[in-house]
């Protein structure tokens, strides 16, 4: 069973671009890579470019077979780059209310007015993301 997450950007105008992403969206793991690897806005929107992911890792890395997800490689795999598929782009809501309706498990937003990542887990109120609480789940 997967745990679905969805990892998005809090724009300066309150709106949201998210993408979903299928395995491992607890926040620690997806929370601990966020911290750690996307931290950085520009790596942020290159990452939410390719569309949904089946897996998040340290690095986006380059296309590879859709089959062989080898996390110990350290990359990313991707539903359009790595298996061809279509309609998995990201999704852009007017603000965080709407993304919030159509959150999976976690969801996972870089906030562009406070350079910071937040979270919510299964629509409870936002609140920072941290390593400590990351290690709490």
């Keep these: 069973m997967s745990t679905r997450s969805n990892i998005g950007i809090l724009n300066l105008n309150r709106s949201v671009e998210m993408v979903y992403c299928h395995n491992d969206g607890y926040p620690s793991n997806n929370g601990v890579l966020l911290l750690k690897h996307y931290s ?7 990452l939410l470019a390719l569309g949904a992911l089946s897996s998040l890792d340290k690095e986006i890395g380059e296309k590879h077979d859709f089959e062989y997800d080898d996390r110990s490689v350290g990359e990313c795999t991707f539903y359009a780059r790595d298996r061809g598929e279509t309609g998995v782009g990201s999704r852009k809501f007017k603000n965080v209310n709407f993304a919030l309706k159509a959150m999976e498990e976690y969801l996972y937003l870089w906030d562009c007015k406070t350079n910071s990542w937040i979270f919510s887990d299964h629509g409870a109120e936002f609140k920072p993301l941290t390593m400590a609480g990351c290690r709490e789940d």
């Design 40 to 46: 950085d806005e520009s790596k942020l929107r290159r």
